[in-house]
C-alpha cells in the first residue's frame, strides 16, 4: 500500500508557471510508474502525464504538451508536475498516482489503470 499527498496547487494568473509535488509514504516509489491526472467539474478525470518506474517512458495529454513536465526523486519519494505557460483551462483538481510494483506505462493512460491516488490538489488558473 503506497500512500500518496499532493501539495503545490493554488490560484495563479494565465501564463504563470507551478510546480505541484507528491510525496510517497513508501520507499518502494521508485519501483512505481507515476502519473498525473486532473478533472475539471462536470468533466471526467482525465491523464495528464505519465512515466513508467524507470523513467523511460513517458507520455503527454496532447493539451499540456510542451508546457508540462513530470520528474521525480525517488531518494526522497517525490514526484513532481511543473506546469508552465498556465492557461484558464488548466484549472482542474490534480492527482497524482502510482501504478505497479514495476508499473509499465501504456497509451492511452486510463485512470482505471493506477492503483494509488493523492486526495488531490487545487489549481485554479484566471485570465
Known amino acids: 500500500q503506497v500512500r500518496l499527498a499532493e501539495s503545490g496547487g493554488g490560484t495563479v494568473q494565465a501564463g504563470c508557471s507551478l510546480r505541484l509535488s507528491c510525496v510517497a509514504s513508501?520507499?518502494?516509489?521508485?519501483?512505481?510508474?507515476l502519473g498525473w491526472f486532473r478533472q475539471a467539474p462536470w468533466k471526467e478525470r482525465e491523464f495528464v502525464i505519465v512515466?513508467?518506474?524507470?523513467?523511460?517512458?513517458?507520455y503527454y495529454s496532447d493539451s499540456v504538451k510542451g508546457r508540462f513536465t513530470i520528474s521525480r526523486d525517488n531518494a526522497k519519494n517525490l514526484g513532481y508536475l511543473q506546469m508552465n505557460n498556465l492557461k484558464p483551462e488548466d484549472t482542474a483538481v490534480y492527482y497524482c498516482?502510482?501504478?505497479?510494483?514495476?508499473?509499465?506505462?501504456?497509451?492511452?493512460?486510463?485512470?482505471?489503470?493506477?492503483?494509488?491516488w493523492g486526495q488531490g490538489t487545487q489549481v485554479t488558473v484566471s485570465s
Open positions: 513508501d520507499a518502494s516509489f521508485y519501483k512505481y510508474a
Open positions: 498516482a502510482a501504478k505497479g510494483p514495476w508499473g509499465a506505462v501504456s497509451t492511452p493512460p486510463r485512470a482505471d489503470q493506477y492503483d494509488f
Open positions: 512515466t513508467s518506474w524507470t523513467g523511460d517512458t513517458t
